[in-house]
């Protein structure tokens, strides 16, 4: 399974946006480029999933280049409620057989108002 | 929206205990994960289950063990805890047949077991 690394932390000011940058240099073919959030005291959600270029949703983007050993997700504008571990992962297509994810240990975001 | 509950949010038991851990999924999911989570470790897998009464190794299985009578149910055991199982244990699900691309996880709450 292809590592990730990722800051361990990063911090902010509301209404700026955030980009955090994951490197994950030996993905493969099959695999995709996930990002979960999670905030203390609850288990992590899945906020965006791409395999190559730019994808956008009411949460966040993810920039992938086209070498895809890196990818950036992006959050316009976060607010306090934004402050959470956010988990770059690789996973593979579904056709693939695996089943189960592999979470490194996080970006912890902390917004300042 | 999918809801996966677990047992207890906050567990303590002494050494040498046997702790059952129950999580509970409402969607008809196949998969069912369950992890630790430690800090600066991230999220580990512990054990998975495809299918009722199908389970396979993650990749810290050492000391636990788990039970899928049901599909909707799936239970972690630790035989005789040990003060090292102190941790946050999370439960998780998807599905063979969601619409992304990869499977998606719906995680609960978590449990957070403390071994004394």
């Known amino acids: 399974l292809a590592k990730t690394t990722q800051p361990i932390s990063m911090d902010s000011y509301e209404g700026q946006e955030v980009n955090i940058t994951c490197s994950h240099n030996?993905?493969?073919?099959?695999?995709?480029i996930t990002w979960y959030q999670q905030f203390p005291s609850q288990g992590p959600r899945f906020i965006i999933q791409?395999?190559?270029t730019k994808v956008t949703n009411e949460v966040a983007s993810l920039f992938i280049p086209a070498d895809r050993k890196s990818s950036t997700l992006s959050l316009p504008r976060v607010s306090l409620s934004d402050t959470a571990v956010y988990y770059c992962?690789?996973?593979?297509?579904?056709?693939?057989?695996?089943?189960?994810?592999?979470f490194g240990s996080g970006t912890r975001l902390q917004v300042q108002p | 929206d999918v809801k996966v509950t677990q047992s207890s949010r906050y567990l303590v038991k002494r050494t040498g205990e046997k702790v059952f851990l129950e999580c509970v999924q409402d969607?008809?999911?196949?998969?069912m994960f369950w992890y630790r989570q430690d800090p600066g470790l991230g999220l580990r897998l512990i054990y998975f289950?495809?299918?009722?009464?199908?389970?396979e190794k993650g990749d810290i299985p050492e000391g636990y063990s788990v039970s899928r009578e049901k599909k909707e149910r799936f239970s972690l055991i630790l035989e005789s805890a040990s003060t090292n199982q102190t941790s946050m244990y999370l439960c998780?699900?998807?599905?063979?047949?969601?619409?992304?691309?990869?499977?998606?996880?719906?995680f609960g709450p978590g449990t957070r077991l403390t071994v004394l």
């Open positions: 030996n993905i493969a073919t099959n695999d995709y």
């Open positions: 969607m008809d999911h196949e998969n």
């Open positions: 992962l690789v996973a593979q297509a579904r056709d693939t057989g695996r089943r189960a994810l592999t």
């Open positions: 998780a699900s998807s599905t063979e047949y969601g619409l992304a691309d990869t499977d998606t996880q719906y």
């Open positions: 791409g395999y190559k």
């Open positions: 289950s495809y299918d009722v009464k199908m389970k």
